[in-house]
């Protein structure tokens, strides 16, 4: 028997393999990209040793560990699918409510370093361009790496704050940097706009701007990820190569979900929106989201995360009736307002041929109902539930300010 299992966040990206011969068994673990540490574990007999091999196994799995071949990694941080695709587990960046609080670790499973031209930097990590509130040297760091050879292996690129302290400056700037510099970053697969903590700027105070000048500007762009939905526009939503597109706001802009409705993403297979609440700046409904619930858009979608919102128990009354549920792999309501009354409507769910992984971090849910859900065919992850309370009006969407 052997497993190979691969971890991503924003923190980390981690592979667990392990091998198991007869009474014995070898793990194989560490940071993808490094040749790790072995351990071997020998039993008085078969058993024993597959017993003990399949609890540690299920232990990783609850971790959140997935199988390699199917997120398309492997131990070496390379990619199994074709044409060298970014694996698909790599775009769940932000995963947990308490990573707003904290920079980026991790993109797209390599490790993320802030650039100074002052330092040496190597090709395999993934540069992230700054201010801060004494300085604001983003632009000018920028300008640098653009015209560096690193620039052309340049994969995957992070901007966290574009003017320090000032939060009144939007991404138009550093948008309009990142499309003149396009031809220097010719194979830039992955792209984060806003990789600003609450402590530097809450969530629903980030000022955005129009993003689809970098769909025009990069072709082989796979991963398009913003946070901040003041000023938000996808203006012209078309990118016949792009896999991946995370949106994440405090309360989002009718218009943005309406553009991405309207959008011509015919290989996107990972859908992230954090859709908020009307004290951020929500002004959607249900029905806005229609389109895509329907299941007639974007055929190749495995991931549909409806996150951090206010509307979780509506959207999953409606969710468990979509046709969609046939094509996901993984249906994300975490970090939402989601109570007894939403979880009672998943407990409907229908049979899916590929629905995998039920994702309900950060809720409103009682134990009973927890447990029940778990009781589900799939993989389900109530962790962190959000603190009771009998008052409904103080239920808050996690991530909000």
Known sequence: ??????????????????????????????????????????????????????????????????????????ASGSSDQPGDLIPLLAFS????????????????????VDYDPEKDFRSELVPRFRGDYDENPTIANLKHFLASDLARECRGLVVGAWHGDDTEGNSEEVIQELVQGSPSLPNLSALYIGDITSEECEISWIHQSDLSPLLKAFPKLQLLRARGGDGLRLSQPSHTQLRGLALETGGMDVEVIRSVCQSDFPNL???ELWLGTDEYGANHSIADLQPILSGRLFPKLKYLGLRNSQQADELAGVLVNSPILNRLETLDL??????????????????????????????????????????????????????MDDDEEWRFVAVGE
Do not use: C
Not at 94 to 112: A, H, P, W
């Open 269 to 271: 297979e990972y859908l």
């Open 1 to 74: 028997m052997k497993r190979e299992l691969v971890y991503m966040d924003s923190k980390s990206s981690k592979f667990w393999n392990l091998e198991l011969k007869a009474n014995t068994y070898t793990v194989t673990y560490g940071r993808i990209g490094t040749a790790g540490q072995t351990l071997t574990k020998s039993f008085t007999g078969d058993a024993e040793a597959l017993k003990d091999a399949e609890k540690l196994i299920k232990e990783k799995l609850g971790k959140g560990y997935v199988d390699a071949g199917g997120s398309g990694a492997s």
């Open 93 to 112: 960046s932000i995963l947990r409510r308490e990573d707003i609080s904290s920079n980026m670790g991790t993109f797209i499973g390599r490790r993320v």
């Open 334 to 387: 975490s970090l939402g307002v989601l109570t007894n009354d939403g979880a009672k409507s998943l407990l409907q769910l229908p049979p899916s041929p590929t629905l995998k992984k039920l994702n309900l971090h950060y809720n409103f849910i009682d134990a009973a109902l927890i447990r029940q859900l778990k009781a589900l065919p799939l993989t389900v992850d109530a962790s962190k539930p959000a603190d």
